[in-house]
Structure formats: C-alpha cells, structure tokens
C-alpha cells in the first residue's frame, strides 16, 4: 500500500472504496481574505455575501513571506457577478510584492475553485517553515447561515449559500491551527466577515517601541481583520476598490514605518476611513479556537513607497493561474553555486551543480524559487536552488528535494539520494521528511526494507502533527505490517489525521465507521466524516459519499445529489469516479441522460489510466452511443481495458475476434480473450469460452470443459450458463 509524499502532494497510497454492498449499504500566515457580496444594499449598491434570512528588520528578515491571492467576479447564475472583487485582489497582491517583497501566488476567477483553494493552503502547510510568512487575499462571495452561526467562503463553483462547495470558517480555522508558521492574519472583505471570529478579544496596538515589535515576533498569534461584523458589505467604493479594500491599500501604501503591526494598519488607518465612508464597521480580532499565543502580525517594508497618497491600481494578472512572482531582490547575473562538501551533507551527493545567482538569496527565499519551479514542471531549473536552501538549513527544501531525486525529476532518479536527503529533513524538524522517510523504510526504496523502523518514523511525524504520519501510522496498524494489528488504534490514528486537516485521513476514519472496524458501526458518522473528505478535497470522499447517496445508506436516497458528488470525486482527479459518472450520464439515472457526455467523461477516465474506463469507451464506438460508430477503435480500447486488467474488455474483445469485427476473424484469438474474461470473473466470458469448447471453434472440441465452463456461468449468476447447463446434461 503505498504512502508517498510528493513535493506536498497528497499521498499516492491507495485506499480501499467504502464498502456499500447490500448489508452495509473516504510561516507567519497572513491571510487577506476578501469574502465579497450579498443582497443588494439599502443604497443599491452590489454588496458582497448572501443572507438565508435573519524587532528589528534582520529578524523580520530571517523568514520570507508570502501571499495567496484569489479574486472571483464571474459568479455562475444564480449568484450575481461582482465587479471589484478580481481588480482589488490584483492590487493587492501587487502592492505586498512591489513594496513588502511578498512572493504572491494567484487564483482569479474559474481558477478560484473550492479545491484549487484548499489545494494551495495544504501545500503551502507542507512547504512552509515556522519563520516564514504566508498573506491570503480572498475576493469573493461570502455566506452567513443565522440559525447554525456559521459563516462561509463561496468559492466559484459555488452556486449558493447550500453549495457542498462551500467552504466553512471551522475548516479555515482548523487550517490555521495545524500550521507551522508563528503568525497568521486573516483579512476578510466579505458580508458577515465578522462571524468568523466571534466573541474573541482584540489584539493590543503597539506604541512602534522594538521591544513591542520584537514580543509580537516571538509570540504566535492568529487574527482576522474583517471589513465589517454580521452584516452586509459593499462591492463598490472609490477608485476601482470596495471601500475596505481602498483603505486597506492607502493604509499598506502610505504607512512611514519601516516594521509596524495589523493592529497598528487597522486602527491607525482602516478602521476610520471605513467607517466614515460607508455603514460597515470593520473588526480586528484573534480568531477563536486557533492557538493564538499574544503575538501580532508584523509587517516589513522593503521598497519605499513614491508617493504617500498613491493607492495601486489593478495590474495585469499573473502568468498562469496559480504562478508566484519572485522578489525584486533577485539579481540578473548568474553565477555557480558551490558544491558541498561530504561532509557538510554526508550522503548527499553534491549533483546539482548550474549557473544561477545566489548572491541576493536568502536560503529561504531559495527554497521558495525552488518551490515555484517544481510547481512549473521547472525541475531541472528547482533542483540546484533546492539544494543551496537545504545546504543553508531549509529541512523542507530537503524533503523536496528528496522527492525529485525519488521520481527522477529534474536529477538523476536515485533512492539512496533521496533517503538520506529525507533523513537530513527529519534530523532539521521537517516532519514531512520523517513521514518520507518512513515510506522509503517501509517499502525497502534506497535503504533496506524495516517495516518496525517505517512504523516509529510514522509515530514520530504523528506526534509532531504531521497529519499524513497518523495516516500511515494507521494504515500500518490496520494491516499489521510492523507492529501488531489494532484496529481500534487504526480508527485512532485515522481520527488524528483528519482532525489534524488530511483529508484522506478522514476517508479512512469513515470507512473504519462503514464497517464497524475499531469503532461501532455508524453510518451517520461515515456520511458526516467523507463529506469533510469531500470538502477537504479527497476525491474518494466524495466518490464514497456519493454511493452513499445512491444506496441510501445512511440518508435518504437521492441520486441527484450521487450524481453531484460523483461529479467532485471526478473534478478532483479520481478517474474512477469519471468512469462512474460516465454510466450516469448514459443510464440517466439521477442526471439527463447524454451519451456524448458520457464519451466525455469515459475517455478522461482512460486517459487516466483506468482500464474499466477504456472499456466502457471501447463500448461507445461499438454500440455508435454518442460518437460515431467504430469498430476498429472499440477493439483497441478493449484491448487497452484487457491489458490493464479489466476482465469486460477482454469478453468484448473475444466477440470481436469470433465475429472479424474491427479486428481480423480469429477464432482462436477468440477463445484467448475469453478465457482472460472468465479467469478474470465474467460469468459470460465462462459462457462465451464454453461455447467454443463446445462447437470445437478455436479450441479443441470438448463438451467436458464446455460443462465445467457453463457451470461456472451458471454459478456467477449468468442465467444462459445455467441453460446450456441443462441441455449437455438434463439429467
């Protein structure tokens, strides 16, 4: 069962689906979050979110920062469009770059999904170290539900305050607690931002003293600065921004001191130029249940600014949707960087030798280039920066680094590298690295194979919080491999993971719940635990949740809301789950049937490698069922099932072959791929294969072998074998 970690890439283990048979029926962080729209305003203006109803600068220095920046204005019917959200995310993100140096990622628009979101947040938790800072910009819809008292993101495929696309603030709040960084700060522009850290003290503002400043550093600290309370807020403003916004960036912009506190930019500025401007009252608090320690978020400003009452205007967006823009502090020039000795990385071969400057790097900032690259595909381009971050003490360039030495990405592939740059990552603190190193023990890659040394790594990530530690650790326990088989400490460590934010975790913890195993059986609990899955972004959760609906198993039946989180499973990469939608499509069950859609759908599951969706699409162009009948291409699809170990292709491709369909008539062929069929479980590639031994059609006649084969199809429930059956022997 493989476990592997991939650069912050959720694991490539592979799990076992929920069980639905018939008795049963998966830094420092500040965030800018600007949650943008609601109902009209009493003026008429466009507001944002809906409403059911009621130190010094060396130390600063020390950690880069960072900023995901995501704007949506072009909402799906029946959620109107916004038309400030996308261009106050640009300038924002443009002003922490040009004049505070922040690496900035972006997601606009359709980029702006629900998964893409929490995809970028659970990277950025497995890459970022403890010194580094991390700003959130989120423009776009925002959601209050009254009577629950909870409060919600609506990412773009959201379509309403309902929408299973929805993101909570408990999961953001979740998200913020497991991170490793010192300091987190929220900003949120969104109707009813205020709900998200309710009845939580305020941090104190700081009188610019360094020993003021040097305490906030040093003391974590988790805050949302939210442009109003439970309320309404305006899209609208001045120069091209909502009114939070503007002040938000006046404030960023015209700011004389070179260190200076949220607490100091909220109260000093944002506050009353919000409130004298509009009805909202923006709020700045520690948000509740998020291992806040008495610090403050600190702002450096690297760049002077060219005038005191300039606010940026929009800029052209980035690139690609999700790219990072480096510091202006990089330098043009180039030059090599040194190889290490042995014995400064022992086992570490110094292999990453190029031309790249390093004079204006930072080992951090290295790292962060690095990381951006392998995020482009850019490995060869990562790997040397990679290498000068983890020889300059970035345990989590390492790790990084160790996985492009596993996968052969970018440097030669070479386990033994990779293990001893995993260990150089678990000896510095990462506890990814400690976790990779684990799976590198447990499979014997590059080291050998000690599933009771696998199993302590994992202990060891889990303990630290390392969420995918508890995981493995987990799965360990439930097989037995490396210690004893407990499956109630597997249910344990399962709950660990997903209460530590890996949304795999929860997909396990809810299976061991669907099949009783470590914990009482309780399906209620299975549906409420994969829906988390599904909204953490595990394509397995969603896909389980989905059978769920289909059986009722557990709620009611409803094959509309199958169908929808089957669609997610699919969204998230689960070419299974593609597969599954594609025979909605075409049975019409729970969606309008559509047989063009289902080709669709079949081929994006072949593409990925999953041989039933070959032959599901082989099955299309045979049967001319939304694409062009074909022949010739339904048998090289059923040959491309077959050969992937999918039992109905190699049925299908028998019938070809017997009937010179597509393929050149040959009956021996025939009787090949039908005996690949029944050998792989298809009662009527047992009768197919009967019926040639029977007529002596590619095989030796023997009514003998027919009978055992006809009983066979007759046994797995084909009721044409339980027929022939009794014709060769009625007695």
């Known amino acids: 069962m493989d476990r592997q970690t991939k650069s912050g890439s959720a694991s490539d283990r592979s799990r076992s689906p929920l069980n639905l048979g018939a008795s049963t029926h998966p830094i420092l962080l500040a965030a800018l979050v600007s949650l943008l729209i609601c109902a009209a305003s009493a003026a008429g203006q466009q507001s944002r979110g809906l409403d059911p109803g009621q130190p010094s600068q060396s130390a600063v220095a020390n950690g880069a920062y960072y900023a995901l920046v995501i704007g949506i204005d072009d909402y799906a019917a029946p959620l109107p469009k916004l038309k400030t959200a996308v261009d106050d995310a640009k300038a924002v993100g443009a002003l922490l770059h040009d004049r505070y140096s922040f690496r900035v990622t972006y997601l606009l628009d359709q980029n702006a999904t629900r998964f893409k979101i929490l995809d970028a947040l659970a990277r950025l938790r497995n890459a970022l170290g403890p010194d580094d800072n991390l700003l959130i910009y989120y423009a776009g819809h925002g959601f209050s539900d009254h009577e629950a008292q909870k409060a919600y993101w609506l990412p773009v495929d959201a379509d309403s305050g309902s929408s299973p696309n929805r993101?909570?603030?408990?999961?953001?709040?979740?998200?913020?607690?497991?991170?490793?960084?010192?300091?987190?700060?929220?900003?949120?522009?969104?109707?009813?931002?205020?709900?998200?850290?309710?009845?939580?003290?305020?941090?104190?503002?700081?009188?610019?003293?360094?020993?003021?400043?040097?305490?906030?550093?040093?003391?974590?600290?988790?805050?949302?600065?939210?442009?109003?309370?439970?309320?309404?807020?305006?899209?609208?403003?001045?120069?091209?921004?909502?009114?939070?916004?503007?002040?938000?960036?006046?404030?960023?912009?015209?700011?004389?001191?070179?260190?200076?506190?949220?607490?100091?930019?909220?109260?000093?500025?944002?506050?009353?130029?919000?409130?004298?401007?509009?009805?909202?009252?923006?709020?700045?608090?520690?948000?509740?249940?998020?291992?806040?320690?008495?610090?403050?978020?600190?702002?450096?400003?690297?760049?002077?600014?060219?005038?005191?009452?300039?606010?940026?205007?929009?800029?052209?967006?980035?690139?690609?949707?999700?790219?990072?823009?480096?510091?202006?502090?990089?330098?043009?020039?180039?030059?090599?960087?040194?190889?290490?000795?042995?014995?400064?990385?022992?086992?570490?071969?110094?292999?990453?030798?190029?031309?790249?400057?390093?004079?204006?790097?930072?080992?951090?900032?290295?790292?962060?280039?690095?990381?951006?690259?392998?995020?482009?595909?850019?490995?060869?381009?990562?790997?040397?920066?990679?290498?000068?971050?983890?020889?300059?003490?970035?345990?989590?360039?390492?790790?990084?680094?160790?996985?492009?030495?596993?996968?052969?990405?970018?440097?030669?592939?070479?386990?033994?590298?990779?293990?001893?740059?995993?260990?150089?990552?678990?000896?510095?603190?990462?506890?990814?690295?400690?976790?990779?190193?684990?799976?590198?023990?447990?499979?014997?890659?590059?080291v050998a194979k000690d599933e009771d040394e696998a199993a302590e790594l994992f202990r060891k990530a889990c303990t630290g919080s390392e969420p995918l530690g508890c995981e493995n650790l987990g799965n360990m326990y439930q097989t037995g491999r490396g210690i004893g088989m407990d499956q109630r400490q597997a249910a344990t460590f399962y709950g660990k993971a997903c209460d530590g934010g890996l949304a795999a975790g929860c997909t396990s913890f809810a299976i061991a719940y669907a099949s009783g195993k470590g914990v009482a059986k309780d399906l209620n609990q299975t549906a409420i635990l994969l829906r988390k899955a599904c909204d953490g972004g595990d394509a397995q959760g969603c896909s389980d949740l989905g059978e769920m609906y289909h059986v009722g198993a557990g709620m009611a039946k409803d094959e509309t809301q199958a169908a929808l989180f089957i669609q997610k499973a699919c969204d998230n990469g689960d070419p299974a789950a593609c597969n599954r939608l594609g025979r909605i499509y075409q049975d019409g069950g729970g969606l309008a049937k559509d047989d063009a859609r289902a080709v669709t759908l079949f081929k994006k599951s072949c593409d990925a490698g999953y041989p039933a969706g070959c032959t599901n699409l082989g099955d299309a162009y045979g049967r001319g069922f939304g694409v062009t009948k074909d022949d010739s291409a339904a048998a090289q699809l059923y040959k491309k099932g077959c050969d992937g170990g999918n039992a109905d292709g190699c049925n299908y491709l028998a019938v070809l072959y017997f009937r010179g369909s597509g393929v050149p008539q040959d009956p021996i062929q025939s009787a090949a791929f039908a005996r690949k069929a029944c050998d792989g479980g298809v009662p009527r590639g047992c009768l197919n294969l009967g019926l040639l031994y029977e007529s002596g059609t590619g095989v030796a006649k023997d009514e003998n072998q027919a009978e055992e084969l006809y009983h066979k199809a007759c046994e797995g429930g084909f009721d044409e074998g339980c027929k022939n059956l009794k014709r060769l022997k009625p007695n």
């Open 167 to 446: 993101i909570i603030a408990d999961d953001l709040t979740t998200g913020v607690r497991v991170l490793p960084s010192r300091h987190v700060l929220i900003i949120s522009d969104s109707c009813y931002s205020g709900a998200l850290s309710r009845d939580a003290d305020a941090p104190v503002p700081s009188d610019g003293k360094a020993a003021f400043l040097n305490r906030m550093l040093r003391s974590r600290s988790r805050t949302l600065m939210a442009s109003g309370g439970d309320e309404p807020v305006a899209d609208g403003g001045s120069n091209g921004h909502s009114v939070f916004a503007n002040a938000v960036l006046r404030a960023l912009d015209k700011e004389s001191q070179p260190m200076f506190t949220a607490s100091d930019l909220f109260y000093g500025s944002v506050r009353q130029q919000v409130a004298g401007k509009s009805e909202q009252l923006p709020q700045y608090s520690i948000i509740r249940n998020s291992d806040n320690d008495e610090g403050d978020f600190v702002f450096a400003r690297t760049v002077e600014r060219s005038s005191p009452t300039q606010v940026p205007h929009a800029t052209p967006p980035p690139p690609t949707p999700a790219t990072t823009t480096e510091s202006a502090s990089v330098k043009s020039s180039t030059r090599t960087v040194a190889a290490v000795s042995p014995a400064s990385m022992p086992g570490i071969a110094p292999a990453f030798e190029t031309t790249v400057d390093t004079s204006a790097m930072t080992p951090a900032f290295a790292f962060g280039r690095g990381d951006d690259l392998t995020k482009q595909h850019r490995y060869a381009d990562a790997a040397p920066l990679l290498y000068f971050a983890c020889q300059g003490g970035v345990a989590a360039s390492c790790t990084m680094l160790g996985w492009l030495s596993r996968a052969g990405m970018g440097v030669a592939q070479d386990d033994h590298q990779a293990v001893a740059l995993f260990r150089k990552a678990c000896d510095g603190g990462n506890l990814r690295g400690c976790n990779d190193l684990g799976y590198m023990h447990e499979n014997g890659f590059g």
